[in-house]
């Protein structure tokens, strides 16, 4: 079986990885960037998954209270991983000239992100 721990490192840095190159990526670059996030959005969505796994195995030994921080926090992440996957959307329907605007809302969405996957390995770290 895989290690949470190392597993949810190993997709953030893949993840920071993707966006700083997608930071550094000029507009005639967009297909290559595109290319790299979705993938970095793939091994996300597979790490929310391992993620939830864990916590309805062990829903039965958590707090009252550890369910509803949990649930909230995967919810925030969800809901940040979707807006990560508008900008995706956005940058594959944006041309050349919108490359700068899509680039700053990116990097907005990934600061959320960042901010909703940290709050909820956190909240789930109890059923590591």
């Known amino acids: ?10 997709v953030q840095k893949k993840f920071a990885d993707a966006f700083e ?5 000029s507009a ?7 290319k790299e996030f979705q993938n ?9 998954d391992r993620m939830e796994n864990r916590v309805r195995e062990n829903w039965n030994t958590m ?3 550890t369910k509803q921080a949990t649930s909230s926090s995967l919810r925030q992440l969800k809901d940040r991983r979707n807006e990560m996957g508008e900008k995706l ?3 594959k329907a944006g041309g050349e000239k919108a490359w700068d605007e899509i680039k700053s809302g990116f990097e907005t969405a990934f600061k959320q992100l960042k901010s ?6 956190e909240k789930s770290g109890s059923v590591h």
């Not at 079986?1 to 490192?9: G, I, Q």
């Not at 190159?21 to 990526?25: E, H, Q």
């Not at 005639?28 to 595109?34: C, K, L, N, S």
């Not at 909703?116 to 390995?121: G, H, L, N």
């Open 1 to 10: 079986m895989t290690n949470p721990v190392t597993s949810m490192e190993q």
């Open 21 to 25: 190159a997608v930071g550094n990526y």
């Open 28 to 34: 005639h670059q967009r297909d290559q960037a595109i």
């Open 40 to 48: 970095a959005l793939d091994e996300l969505d597979a790490e929310i």
């Open 63 to 65: 707090s009252d209270e």
């Open 89 to 91: 959307g956005a940058m």
């Open 116 to 121: 909703a996957w940290r709050s909820a390995d």
